[in-house]
Structure formats: structure tokens, C-alpha cells
């Protein structure tokens, strides 16, 4: 089981953020889960089976809630998970768990 749940936010408006910061949270929030998860996949396809869980954000749906850079960080683990779903190779299992889930 791979469970994506680190995460960090930003809260301050977009104009007024640390660009470096904002990258840090990209980098956590979209690179760190996509690593893992390519990672974790080639020995859940060797085993038969696979569960993952992405926790995600309502932000994710609803970027105007707080910093927009962090709201497309949310967005792209929705997305991410969705597709993750929808695109295993013929033959392959599909996971038997994986969601994106509000964590705020």
C-alpha cells in the first residue's frame, strides 16, 4: 500500500508569496507524490494487486479558497488519482483502492 499524505499549504495570497516557498509546496505536493508513486507501481503490477490513496483537498475543486498555487497542487493530485484509475494496460490489475481524499 502507498498512501500519499504529505502535503504542505499556503495561505497567503498569491501576490504576496515567496516564490521559493511555492516551489517547495509544488515540489512536495506533485513531485514527491508522482515519484512515489511511479516508484511504488512496477512492484504493485509484479504482485497482482495495489492500493493507493492520495490525500488530497477540497481546494482542489475549489482553488479560490486559498493561495492559487496550492489549489493547482490540490487539483493535480485529483487528477492524478483519476487518471491512475483509468489508464492501467490491458492485462494489468487495476487499484483496489485509490482516492483523493479532503484532508482539510
Request: positive net charge.
Amino acid at each position: 500500500m502507498l498512501m500519499n499524505n504529505a502535503g504542505t499549504a499556503s495561505v497567503v495570497p498569491l501576490l504576496n508569496s515567496d516564490v521559493e516557498k511555492v516551489e517547495n509546496m509544488i515540489g512536495l505536493n506533485v513531485t514527491a507524490l508522482t515519484r512515489l508513486t511511479y516508484a511504488a507501481v512496477p512492484s504493485f503490477v509484479a504482485r497482482g494487486t495495489r492500493t493507493i490513496i492520495d490525500i488530497g483537498s477540497v481546494v482542489g475543486i475549489s482553488p479560490k479558497t486559498l493561495n492559487g498555487a496550492y489549489g493547482a497542487t490540490k487539483a493535480f493530485v485529483l487528477g492524478f488519482s483519476y487518471s491512475s484509475t483509468r489508464t492501467q494496460p490491458a492485462g494489468h490489475p487495476h487499484p483496489s483502492g485509490s482516492a483523493s481524499r479532503d484532508s482539510h
